[in-house]
Structures are given as C-alpha cells and as structure tokens.
C-alpha cells in the first residue's frame, strides 16, 4: 500500500471549515483514499473513502486532486467534538485488507 | 445492533500471566480485525479472519495467538504476557455487503502488564 504523508497537527476555530490535508504521491491507480478518525480513547472511526472522484457525506467532503497524489478532506462546520486525529490511508479494496495507521494529523477545534 | 463490543475494558496483568480478550459483533461481518495502539502511534495490525474458522497474521503477531469458532466472535489470546504487551487493544469488523470499505470499531481494551 502506497505511504501517506500528513502534517502531524492543525487548529481549526469552531465553526469554520477544516481542512486537512494528505500527500500520496505513490498512489498506485487501484488504491483508494480512505480517511478515519479517532477521539480520544475512542476506537478508529470511518468518515469517507474516494478513488478519483470527489465525494461528499453527511460527515465531510473529500477532495482527491487529478493526478490522485494528494487529497483534502473538509470537514464544513468544525464543532469542538470533531476534535480528533484524522488519519488518510490509502489501500487497494480487496477483501480481507487491512487498515494501515500511520501517524495521522492532530486536529484541535478551538472556541 | 451493539455494533463491536470488546470484553473486558480493562485489565492489568503480571509477567508471565495469560488471558483472552474477546470481540463480538451483531452485524453478521465477515472480517475481523485485532490491532494494538501504543501511546502516540497508530493501530498496528496483530492477526484477522476472513471467515469462521480462519486466521492469519498482521503485522505484529508474535506473542499472540487468535481463534474464530464462531462468525460473531474473535478471540485474542496472550499466553504469556510481557511488558511490552501493555497497550491499548481494538477490534475491528467489516462486511462484504458494503465493499470492505467500511471497518467498525470496538471500545477498546486497556491492558497493562506489570
């Protein structure tokens, strides 16, 4: 599975948008961009996952850039419990993968 | 549905000690995942299961053993425990129904090993 590179932590002031972002730069054409998050003390979180195309849920938006070497998920209106680390995985969506957890970026909404 | 529950939530053991930890699901998944968590990191793979029956290795699965009798359940078993065991435990499931996109997490388990 193709390495991920995020910045290690962001703020973000409660009410306005988040936006993190994931660098990819190996990304082969089959892998997906997959983004969970993790409260703390929490188990891991699914939020969103992308090939190419952006998407959008009821949780955030992801943004996957043309060339696929970097993406940006947006979460609109930050609340202080999206307080959170965000990690951006990207894996190839065959039964039986698995989740590969790097480092993920630190996010900290603040009033 | 109670989704992916995790038993127990805490546990200390000393050197040398045994247990199991035990994850269920009600959501009828296929796949099963053990990972551990240590301060400031990320998950690390231990073992998962593709079925009821079947097992096979992550990425650190040296001091653990796992077995799945039944679909709804995965059990992680230490034999010996050793400091370097203490770590938060998850557990993890998905289904084949949604793609595998989406894997659904335990509580977690604390375990400290003295």
């Known amino acids: 599975d193709a390495k991920t590179t995020q910045p290690t932590s962001m703020d973000c002031a409660e009410g306005r948008a988040a936006n993190l972002p994931c660098n990819h730069s190996?990304?082969?054409?089959?892998?997906?961009v997959y983004w969970y998050r993790q409260i703390h003390s929490q188990g891991p979180q699914y939020i969103i996952h992308?090939?190419?195309n952006n998407e959008t849920n009821e949780m955030a938006s992801l943004i996957i850039t043309e060339d696929r070497k970097s993406s940006t998920l947006i979460l609109p209106h930050a609340t202080l419990r999206d307080t959170a680390v965000y990690y951006c995985i990207v894996r190839v969506d065959n039964a039986g993968n698995m989740l590969t957890f790097g480092g993920g970026t630190r996010l900290m909404v603040k009033p | 549905n109670a989704g992916v529950t995790q038993t127990p939530k805490f546990r200390v053991l000393k050197t040398g000690q045994s247990m199991t930890l035990l994850c269920a699901q009600d959501?009828?998944?296929?796949?099963m995942y053990w990972y551990r968590q240590d301060p400031g990191m990320g998950l690390r793979l231990i073992h998962y299961?593709?079925?009821?029956?079947?097992?096979a290795k992550g990425e650190v699965p040296d001091g653990y053993n796992v077995s799945r009798l039944k679909k709804q359940n995965f059990l992680l078993g230490l034999e010996s425990a050793a400091p370097s065991q203490t770590s938060v435990y998850f557990c993890?499931?998905?289904?084949?129904?949604?793609?595998?996109?989406?894997?659904?997490f335990g509580p977690g388990t604390r375990l400290t090993v003295l």
């Open positions: 190996t990304i082969s054409g089959n892998e997906y």
């Open positions: 992308g090939l190419k």
């Open positions: 299961s593709v079925g009821e029956g079947t097992t």
């Open positions: 993890a499931s998905v289904t084949r129904t949604s793609g595998y996109n989406e894997q659904f």
């Open positions: 959501m009828n998944h296929e796949y």
